[in-house]
């Protein structure tokens, strides 16, 4: 299953923040940040961390795409 957090880079970027600044609201690592830019999958705990941070849903920062058949 491949997902997509292009949602998220749009929304920090509506915010006027930094993936830096992410972090630090968030408390995750860089490793997560790179993770997350290489659209690899992160634990349901560090999507919680983000969503909190930035006072947004899920469905705001990431989407699941479909399969190729």
């Known amino acids: 299953m491949s997902v997509s957090y292009k949602k998220l880079w ?4 509506d915010k006027d923040l930094k993936k830096k600044d992410l972090e630090q609201l968030a408390g995750i690592s860089n490793y997560t940040i790179s993770k997350m830019n290489r659209g690899d999958n992160i634990n349901t705990d560090t999507i919680v961390k983000v969503c909190r941070a930035l006072e947004c849903n899920v469905e705001d920062i990431m989407e699941v795409l479909p399969e190729d058949v």
């Open 10 to 13: 749009k929304l920090l970027i």
